[in-house]
């Protein structure tokens, strides 16, 4: 089984494997790339994307500023249905709930759709010490349980392996006949999930959101393995975050048009669930017992700042990890956490504290394209920063100094203001180049240059700038 990730200690000082991995490295470009681009599409289709993100960012603010009340409601919504609704504070609660429930209905295995909330309170690990079987039935999470391996992003758990890494991964694990074929990989994997959802009594989600007015739960997916967890087995259990709450079902448009086109590009997914408790009378499938689990989980101190607070709007897209040039080269595994990507950088340090991921915050380049990319605004640069300077400050005891850091970006601020300057700075790298830089790019061997280059790389400079190249082709002309 894969190693327990709830802790969510640090990013992996050992980034080395990844970069190396050449079949890694181009499972990632290639993926990406197509995601990218079907996103651009998508996007395009949507003349007033940005009045929408607008839109959902205010829902969020709205929502989080009045989180009780709406808590409050979700809740009386749900049991005036026929459900139940269970809080925890923190994770234990929450494990313990889900293992006591598995054990007084003596169920030894169950079902389980894709959820980074269970990750995040390592519901699987939890279940397996009591002996529980936990059958993840989403394709990707499927791959990387058979492989022992936590998920690598957020909507795209596999995302890492290649078509021939899978297909060897099938044929060792489950004995399916050497192929790389997509029909023959994916009948395996629905031939034997299937007995199993047949087989299951005890069903658990996660959900993509709550809506107070009417305790509608709603989960998003592509394969319908969610909609089997939630309607076959006799107990369906919500695993969902406190911050997953929106006010109303007119909001649910409009959040649906940004989160699936931000996550796969598509207009809409296959299946859209909306959840209203559990089987009514006359009704042929659907659980008999339904239960919705809000877990805080240190979500509540965040709602104090209201600046650290925008880091709850996150939607779980997965959308900046896509464009973040940090995680297209080490992948997701090395933040050593359940949300990798700049979301991770932010939300995770927060969770548990900052001096428990103090590396966190400083996995990123400061470009800005999550923050761009991001269906509900949340400023994730500008959280990274808040988060630098607390980590300084845990680190020295004491009021941070100003940073090496503030001062290379005040210096690049400083020359770009100016063509002169810029003209000047140019010609002060070109000639640290010849004498300090290497081929794979320039290297400053002198403090504070060398301990910032440590783990980063500057690219090699152009042979030529652009001026002297358009310099040349005028004087050509």
């Not at 990013?11 to 080395?16: A, D």
Request: charged fraction near 20%; hydrophobic fraction near 40%.
């Amino acid at each position: 089984m894969r190693k327990n990730q709830a802790g969510m200690i640090k990013i992996s000082p050992h980034t080395g494997p990844a970069l190396a991995n050449a079949t890694l490295q181009a499972n990632l470009k290639n993926t990406v790339g197509k995601v990218l681009h079907v996103h651009q599409l998508a996007v395009s289709e949507v003349a007033n994307w940005q009045e929408l993100r607008c839109h959902a960012e205010q829902v969020k603010a709205h929502t989080l500023a009045r989180l009780h009340f709406y808590l409050q409601e979700l809740e009386k919504q749900i049991k005036g249905q026929g459900g139940k609704v269970v809080w925890a504070d923190n994770a234990q609660d929450a494990l313990d709930f889900v293992v006591e429930l598995a054990h007084q209905r003596e169920i030894r295995r169950l079902v389980k759709s894709k959820s980074m909330l269970s990750e995040e309170i390592g519901l699987n690990e939890a279940l397996e010490r009591e002996r529980i079987e936990t059958v993840e039935t989403d394709l990707g999470e499927f791959i990387v349980q058979l492989a022992g391996e936590p998920p690598f992003h957020i909507t795209a758990p596999a995302l890492h392996k290649s078509r021939r890494e899978i297909a060897q991964l099938f044929s060792q694990k489950l004995g399916m006949e050497p192929s790389e074929d997509v029909q023959q990989i994916t009948a395996t994997a629905r031939t034997l999930l299937r007995e199993h959802f047949l087989a299951a009594r005890l069903g658990i989600t996660g959900a993509n959101f709550a809506v107070a007015e009417t305790g509608t739960i709603v989960v998003v997916e592509n394969e319908g393995n969610a909609r089997l967890c939630l309607s076959v087995p006799e107990t369906h259990v919500v695993l969902v975050g406190i911050e997953k709450v929106i006010p109303r079902m007119a909001d649910l448009a409009v959040f649906l048009k940004l989160l699936t086109r931000s996550a796969t590009g598509q207009r809409i997914t296959s299946y859209v669930n909306l959840i209203n408790a559990g089987r009514r009378e006359r009704e042929a499938d659907g659980p008999h017992e339904f239960y919705v689990v809000l877990v805080d989980n240190g979500r509540s101190r965040l709602l104090v700042d209201p600046v650290m607070r925008q880091t709850l709007h996150c939607i779980r897209c997965g959308a900046c990890l896509n464009v973040c040039p940090v995680y297209q080269k080490i992948g997701g595994h090395a933040y050593q956490s359940a949300y990798p990507g700049p979301i991770g950088a932010i939300l995770t340090p927060q969770l548990t504290s900052i001096e428990s991921a103090p590396e966190h915050p400083f996995a990123s380049s400061l470009c800005g394209a999550c923050a761009e990319v991001c269906p509900v605004r949340i400023p994730i640069p500008h959280i990274l920063l808040r988060l630098r300077a607390q980590a300084q400050r845990a680190k020295n005891g004491k009021a941070a100094r100003v940073p090496a850091e503030k001062w290379a970006f005040q210096l690049w601020a400083w020359s770009m203001s100016s063509p002169t300057r810029y003209s000047r700075m140019e010609a002060l790298l070109r000639f640290l180049q010849k004498l300090f830089g290497r081929d794979q790019g320039l290297r400053l061997p002198f403090p504070p240059f060398s301990q910032w280059l440590r783990r980063r790389e500057l690219p090699a400079l152009a042979p030529q700038s652009f001026r002297q190249i358009y310099r040349n082709r005028k004087v050509m002309l």
